[in-house]
């Protein structure tokens, strides 16, 4: 028989009308970062609902890091201010679900950091270019024999170059979308024959972006960085897939 399909039709619980409420009040700004949701036992009242859905709605609440509740505190939960930890959480979950590809994440990585290294050569301070340069240092220090130094270095010259361009959007995507990656094909890098080449090539790709930056040219910067990510993750990406990659290079 033709026509749609449709789906049996699923009973909201209590405890999902009084979360969604507060989530808008929150939104809203009627509920201050720092201020007080009235009471449980106020809460049952205002909501005319049990004790158990008011404090399911509260654990649900204080899962997605938007209040805290003490047990045995007489006062009401504790709305929280926004943390970029929150927004880390909920992007790494959406990757999971949405099964994106890794050339789709691999993608997004050369977006972010090829802005991020354009705004950090126009916006870092001398400090956040010691702070690069230092990085750097560090992973041609390790790129002999210590594959997880290496890998540290790495992680911290890119936060650093996050942090320089001064948006904690990028700051959150960047380190989100990096740890998917990088769990996605960590036993790859750990069995490539040429690992100590790959690095040390790493290395000098990252001392061209660094003398980019160092010249405040944030469209050279950026074209050299987006080239090293596509050097050092092209090969794990299906070849029919990697022009998707290249597009951005060119």
């Known amino acids: 028989m033709g026509g749609p399909r449709f789906e049996p039709v699923r009973t909201v619980r209590a405890y999902e009308r009084v979360v969604e409420q507060v989530e808008e009040a929150i939104e809203s700004g009627a509920l201050a970062p720092g201020g007080r949701l009235p009471s449980e036992r106020e809460l049952m009242v205002q909501f005319s609902v049990s004790r158990s859905t008011v404090r399911e709605a509260l654990r649900v609440l204080q899962a997605r890091g938007l209040v805290r509740s003490r047990p045995g505190d007489p006062n009401g939960a504790e709305v929280l201010p926004f943390t970029p930890a929150a927004l880390h959480k909920s992007m ?105 080449a790959l690095m040390r090539r790493s290395v000098r790709h990252h001392e061209e972006v660094i003398a980019a930056v160092r010249a405040g040219d944030g469209p050279l910067a950026a074209r050299l960085s987006k080239k090293a990510m596509y050097d050092y993750y092209a090969a794990y990406v299906p070849v029919n897939e990697r022009a998707a990659l290249r597009a951005l290079l060119e």
Do not use: W, Y
């Open 92 to 196: 790494t979950t959406l990757a999971r679900v949405a099964e994106l590809s890794l050339a789709e994440l691999v993608q997004f990585r050369m977006v972010l950091d090829g802005s991020a290294i354009l705004l950090a050569a126009r916006l870092r301070t001398e400090e956040q270019l010691a702070e690069m340069s230092r990085a750097v240092e560090a992973m041609k220090a390790a790129a002999a024999d210590d594959a997880d130094g290496f890998g540290a270095a790495d992680v911290a010259f890119h936060d650093a170059v996050a942090r320089a361009s001064g948006n904690k959007l990028i700051q959150v995507c960047t380190d989100v979308v990096r740890s998917i990656v990088l769990r996605l094909i960590s036993d790859k890098i750990a069995g490539a024959p040429d690992r100590e």
